[in-house]
């Protein structure tokens, strides 16, 4: 896809968008028979096929649409036309489009393309498929079409990552892409196998990863910018290939739905992605703790009482609840080892987030009252909304131990979503500027491109547009 400022007379492929307002004023300009069949409603298409060629109508619903709408609107017309679409010269109408509108409407075009597994056959990824609009200045089209592939392409790694069934996602096929992705992108990487994390002390990553066929993948990811006094972003991405639970076994109705459980590290990539193919100026250290939590005869035991790499004891009381027991030493091992000016971990980390928000919005959870506010405001901005919850200190007293610091588990059958991020409160060395995002509802489930539940990409429009505007 290439942006092109209007130069051709006559074009054979038209979008022509509407809001309900402006169809209103200019429907009796077109056929009749149009304005029978379109009001402009929000995801009305309406195809035209005339002498020269083929017109698109486009409804964006009311003129008072949100910005994230237009992306919602492009991206359906996209997945439900592209069998349709070809990559010749397009012409866009839409004149009272704003550039940030325009933009978003691109975003969508390009992120509708995706279907599982992604193949870049589609009309929109040949340099062929020419968009041309009249009201954005041909360097404003340059910097959208930039910003429009950079995240497109983060958000679709994250889909087809998530996506992947286990057996196409083990450690090593994961970690092998990780490691070309940062040849490709100039990134620092680091991966700790077994025997260093022993040796470094990583004993809460360890225990999960003990009953793994798979050797331990602990990797860091650096993204380093160039520009000077820049803020450094610590991000952290719960990486289970597939949770089964462990001998806590899980129910296996929904077991297949586990190989989601890596949505935080895929949302924390396709950040990555985006703030590489940017450039943005600001420095990021990810850290994913790899593995599968699985059953063996090597497996961490209900009671086992391990020391995390903060030195602080954990008994474990239920192995399905892995997740904060890996997150504890990625926050620990970043908080000790790297100045960071803020530090967000993002995680399917409970059930418990699930019941409380279905597939709404993630559960966040902060110790700083701006940086939270921060992110509720960009999560409303890009429809990857998140709600708060307490850390009240209560909540501590539900993991006392009588035999470690603290248990993985509480056992009330309240509130384990507030548990799980006040257990992992405890791990982030006082670091001032910390946020737990729970996306186990929001990270994979009902989509436009798939039949079955699927991953939806939350968390790399939010966490792009909150690195690019963090200064
Ligand atoms: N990966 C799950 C959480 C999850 C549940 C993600 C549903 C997506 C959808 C996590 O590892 C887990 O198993 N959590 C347990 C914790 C419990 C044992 C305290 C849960 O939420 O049931
Ligand atoms: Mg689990
Ligand atoms: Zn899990």
Not at 19 to 27: D, G, R, S, V
Not at 199 to 228: C, H, M, P, R, W
Request: proline content about 3%; hydrophobic content about 40%.
């Amino acid at each position: 896809m290439k942006l092109i400022n209007k130069k051709n007379k006559t074009y054979t492929q038209v979008f022509h968008l509407f809001t309900e307002e402006n169809w209103t004023k200019t429907a009796k300009n077109f056929n009749k028979n149009i304005s029978t069949f379109f009001t402009g409603k929000k995801n009305e298409i309406f195809v035209n096929a005339h002498e020269e060629g083929i017109t698109y109508f486009i409804g964006l619903g009311k003129s008072t649409l949100q910005n994230f709408e237009i992306q919602q609107v492009a991206n359906k017309f996209s997945q439900g036309q592209k069998k349709n679409l070809h990559a010749v010269p397009t012409l866009v109408l839409a004149d009272f489009l704003t550039e940030k509108q325009f933009e978003e409407f691109v975003k969508g075009l390009l992120i509708g393309t995706y279907n599982y597994p992604f193949e870049k056959t589609h009309a929109f990824w040949s340099p062929k498929f020419e968009i041309h609009f009249e009201n954005v200045s041909q360097k404003k089209l340059d910097t959208i079409s930039e910003r429009a592939l950079a995240l497109s392409n983060g958000q679709i790694a994250c889909q087809d990552w998530l996506n992947k069934p286990a057996n196409l996602k083990k450690p090593d096929t994961f970690g092998l892409y990780l490691k070309n992705l940062a040849k490709k992108h100039d990134l620092k990487y680091t991966s700790f196998n077994r025997k260093k994390c022993e040796e470094l002390g990583l004993g809460a990553y360890l225990s999960v990863n003990q009953g793994s066929a798979y050797d331990a993948a602990f990797t860091i990811l650096e993204y380093k910018t160039t520009v000077k006094n820049a803020k450094t972003i610590g991000l952290v991405g719960k990486c289970v290939l597939f949770d089964t639970g462990g001998i806590s076994l899980k129910n296996p109705d929904n077991m297949h739905y586990m190989k989601s459980d890596m949505g935080g590290a895929t949302a924390v990539l396709g950040t990555l992605i985006y703030a590489a193919e940017m450039q943005l100026p600001v420095n990021i250290i990810a850290i994913l703790p790899i593995t599968d939590n699985a059953i063996s005869e090597n497996a961490f035991l209900p009671s086992d009482v391990i020391t995390a790499y903060n030195g602080k004891t954990i008994e474990v009381l239920n192995t399905d609840a892995e997740g904060r027991m890996i997150l504890a030493d990625g926050l620990s091992y970043l908080a000790k080892n790297y100045k960071t000016d803020c530090l967000i971990d993002l995680a399917t980390l409970t059930g418990s987030s699930v019941r409380m928000f279905g597939d709404t919005c993630g559960a966040l959870f902060s110790n700083n009252e701006e940086f939270k506010n921060l992110l509720i405001k960009t999560g409303d901005k890009t429809n990857q909304r998140l709600w708060n919850l307490p850390l009240w200190d209560v909540w501590k007293d539900d993991i006392q131990s009588d035999v470690a610091d603290l248990k993985n588990i509480s056992m009330k059958p309240i509130g384990d979503c507030i548990v799980a991020a006040k257990f992992l409160e405890q791990f982030i060395e006082n670091h001032p500027k910390w946020a737990h995002l729970d996306i186990a509802g929001v990270a994979f489930g009902n989509v436009g491109y798939a039949k079955e539940k699927a991953a939806t990409g939350f968390g790399v429009q939010l966490l792009a547009d909150l690195i690019e505007n963090y200064h």
